[in-house]
């Protein structure tokens, strides 16, 4: 009798398997580089081989250390720690030994990229509904009362994944950054917090109530950052708490869940099944079904800046547009020209990691820059224009719009007798 899978989308694992060994990747295959390294041929090997390398470089690491070399060894600590973050991550099975060591593998890494930074980091602990959600807490050096970004890891990030903890675009740019393992994230699956509908913008009010009583924080300034799902648990934090008085988000996860659970990798069903802590697939679609922005986004009061892929597969330019209307003024849509889910080191930024253009944005709100009636929507263009500072774009993002054709069938379309299909 083979064995029961837990959802259809895993009868596809054969696929998932071949597109891992053709493409070294996961998810989001737009995209031409690897993720994982070459010898890895199918899905199950990933934690075990990823392990093998981060092992390594974690080896390296610890010799750099004892001879003294800091700044190098916190460079190699941080590259292990993003390599057993995508190890621990293939794993979505509760009590699992493995997905455990290769976690508090990640956490060992990071206590020395900690140690090592050159501005101060902090694991804290945030007290929430019986339980603690952990973050990591970046600071700028020496301030006082500084702005400061709550910032949401997407559904395969975790608080210590992706924006450079060594050279960190926000503290760079002034701004404290408090990351979050949220609900269902890193940390906090660990502990069985799982996602609901409604607990991650909660869990983001608690970490707002913590950073209001720092020192190193202005409560007057506070504002969100996520980034592919935390886009989406952003704006929800954004509407529910107005303590928020700006929101930058990226790689939209705005609209419906359709394309993300039901078209693109059957990872992604699998790991947020495993992150909210349902196991029944049909009670899964009516929970993702809800998982929207139109309930909340007009309530979003402070100025808003969203940023979409033209051609993202798991969010759909036409279901993001939709949302983008609902939000009131002062808001900003950046459409990035030719690009899927993911802006980072794009052409379209010049090659950068695109994290400090958001934080630049956060910094024109604090600095009053956006006016109460500010409303923008532009292109990023791929290989010519000044990046996010083109003029307003003329008409709109469709085809069409965008070369100034006129509407409608022409005569020649249209022929002598019109048309009467239906």
């Known amino acids: 009798m083979p064995k029961q899978t837990e959802r259809r989308r895993d009868n596809q694992q054969w696929m998932l398997d071949w597109i891992v060994k053709t493409t070294g990747r996961v998810q989001n ?4 580089n690897r993720v994982v390294p070459p010898e890895v041929k199918s899905y199950a090997q990933i934690h075990r081989v990823v392990d093998k390398h981060a092992r390594h470089v974690l080896a390296i690491a610890e010799a750099a250390e004892k001879a003294g070399h800091t700044k190098t060894a916190a460079e190699l600590y941080w590259v292990a720690s993003e390599h057993y973050r995508e190890a621990q991550h293939t794993i979505f099975e509760d009590d699992n030994p493995e997905k455990i060591y290769l976690h508090g593998m990640l956490l060992k890494c990071f206590d020395k990229v900690m140690e090592h930074a050159s501005h101060p980091i902090e694991r804290v602990e945030i007290p929430f509904e019986g339980n603690y ?5 970046h600071m700028v050096p020496g301030a006082e009362k500084a702005p400061t970004v709550v910032f949401c890891p997407g559904m395969d990030m975790t608080k210590e994944a992706f924006v450079d903890a060594l050279s960190h675009p926000f503290v760079n740019r002034g701004l404290n950054c408090l990351h979050l393992d949220g609900p269902g994230q890193g940390t906090s699956n660990i502990r069985k917090i799982r996602v609901t509908l409604d607990n991650y913008e909660r869990a983001g009010s608690a970490a707002i109530d913590y950073l209001c009583d720092r020192p190193e924080v202005d409560p007057d300034r506070i504002a969100v950052s996520g980034f592919s799902m935390g886009s989406y648990w952003g704006m929800r934090m954004a509407a529910r708490d107005d ?22 990798s059957p990872r992604f069903k699998q790991v947020f099944m495993y992150m909210a802590g349902i196991h029944d697939e049909d009670a899964f679609d009516e929970f993702a079904s809800q998982m929207v922005l139109d309930d909340v986004a007009a309530d979003v009061k402070c100025p808003a800046l969203q940023v979409t892929g033209e051609y993202d597969p798991l969010a ?11 939000v009131p003024a002062p808001k900003e849509l950046w459409v990035i020209e030719n690009d899927f889910h993911n802006p980072r080191n794009r052409p379209n930024f010049g090659g950068i990691d695109f994290y400090g253009y958001l934080a630049d944005w956060i910094n024109d709100v604090f600095a009053g820059k956006i006016a109460d009636d500010h409303q923008r929507e532009i292109l990023v263009p791929e290989r010519t224009g000044n990046g996010p500072y083109v003029p307003q774009v003329e008409g709109g993002f469709n085809l069409p719009e965008r070369v100034g054709a006129p509407a409608g069938l022409s005569d020649a379309q249209k022929g002598p007798a019109g048309v009467k299909g239906g």
């Open 133 to 137: 959600i952990q973050g990591v807490l």
């Open 316 to 326: 759909p330019l036409e279901t993001v547009l939709p949302i983008y209307e609902k």
């Open 243 to 264: 303590r928020v008085k700006a929101v930058a988000t990226a790689a939209a996860c705005y609209g419906p869940k359709t394309a993300i659970f039901e078209q693109a």
């Open 29 to 32: 295959f737009a995209y031409d």
